[in-house]
């Protein structure tokens, strides 16, 4: 089943809903970085919402990129989506596993990310200098993380829920969703989606039962009527490139370049999104100093 992200209102355009089944493109991340069962749960629920976070940019050039910086021992989350809905990311550590979380008997997201750290967000709209929001972590497990700077830095009331689940077979479910409340939202509307979300199942629960995007979205804001405004397929996709690669190595200037010449006779660039590795010879660096 090919995943999917739906953009939605409620109550009469009160509430906007956005709601995504991620389960193949965390499969894929799994797969390209290796990722324990923890870091599959880290990684993919950062992947989760900023293929939301990017959808919603809507321009064609437009990214964001994410990053949870904790104390915890998968280091650096990196994330980054667009506005199709297509993202990227790697974690620092991706071997990080822990036992269940005790309390609840999920993965120990929070305990692999800290509760010491920040949270970065940095949106590239191709015109000027790319907005950066930063907000302290909350819990280290990402979805409250998220709520918290969506309501403190751009000010909008937010729920966000992540989910991940994990079997001997690799990525059983992800998705995750997202729900804001307009202006003109009222305290009846407020009432309900908090009861609903209060008693819902975890989303990764609710995917791995095959239920729809568009049921979720019904159960969880309570609005039978709801209304489906676009609907995109995410996937997992790397655009980096050789030509990329070589404006990487141009940055470093001709004394760099000789340098690594000098000492190791060619350069690999190997890309941190998809492992993609990229060989430039000796004659390949000595075109480059002499182009510059």
């Given at each position: 089943m090919k995943d999917r992200l739906i953009d939605c209102l409620a109550f009469d355009g009160k509430v906007s809903i956005k709601c995504i089944s991620s389960t193949n493109l965390v499969e894929e991340a799994r797969k390209i970085h290796d990722l324990s069962p923890t870091a599959s749960a880290s990684l993919g629920r950062m992947l989760t919402i900023t293929s939301i976070m990017g959808y919603e940019l809507k321009g064609d050039n437009n990214s964001v990129t994410n990053q949870m910086k904790g104390d915890g021992p998968i280091g650096i989350v990196t994330t980054v989506g667009y506005s199709n809905?297509?993202?990227?990311?790697?974690?620092?550590?991706?071997?990080?596993?822990?036992?269940?979380?005790?309390?609840?008997?999920?993965?120990?997201?929070?305990?692999?990310?800290?509760?010491?750290?920040?949270?970065?967000?940095?949106?590239?709209?191709?015109?000027?200098?790319?907005?950066?929001?930063?907000?302290?972590?909350?819990?280290?497990?990402?979805?409250?993380?998220?709520?918290?700077y969506f309501a403190t830095s751009e000010q909008t009331p937010s729920v966000v829920a992540l989910g991940v689940l994990v079997d001997k077979n690799g990525i059983k479910s992800a998705g995750g969703y997202k729900i804001?409340?307009?202006?003109?939202?009222?305290?009846?509307?407020?009432?309900?989606?908090?009861?609903?979300?209060?008693?819902?199942?975890?989303?990764?629960?609710?995917?791995?039962?095959?239920?729809?995007?568009?049921?979720?979205?019904?159960?969880?804001?309570?609005?039978?009527?709801?209304?489906?405004?676009?609907?995109?397929?995410?996937?997992?996709?790397?655009?980096?490139?050789?030509?990329?690669?070589?404006?990487?190595?141009?940055?470093?200037?001709?004394?760099?370049?000789?340098?690594?010449?000098?000492?190791?006779?060619?350069?690999?660039?190997?890309?941190?999104?998809?492992?993609?590795?990229?060989?430039?010879?000796?004659?390949?660096?000595?075109?480059l100093i002499k182009n510059m």
């Open positions: 809905g297509n993202v990227k990311g790697y974690v620092t550590n991706p071997q990080v596993d822990l036992p269940l979380n005790e309390k609840n008997g999920k993965l120990n997201v929070g305990a692999a990310t800290g509760k010491n750290g920040m949270l970065y967000i940095i949106k590239d709209l191709g015109i000027g200098s790319p907005y950066v929001g930063m907000v302290p972590i909350v819990s280290g497990e990402i979805a409250e993380d998220f709520t918290n804001s409340l307009m202006p003109d939202a009222e305290e009846k509307e407020i009432s309900i989606i908090e009861e609903k979300v209060k008693n819902i199942e975890p989303i990764s629960k609710m995917l791995d039962k095959n239920m729809t995007l568009e049921e979720i979205a019904k159960a969880v804001t309570g609005d039978e009527n709801l209304q489906i405004i676009s609907e995109i397929e995410p996937k997992y996709n790397c655009n980096c490139s050789r030509e990329k690669s070589e404006k990487s190595l141009i940055s470093l200037g001709k004394h760099e370049l000789q340098s690594i010449i000098d000492e190791d006779e060619k350069a690999e660039i190997v890309c941190n999104f998809c492992n993609k590795r990229y060989v430039f010879s000796k004659a390949d660096l000595q075109e």
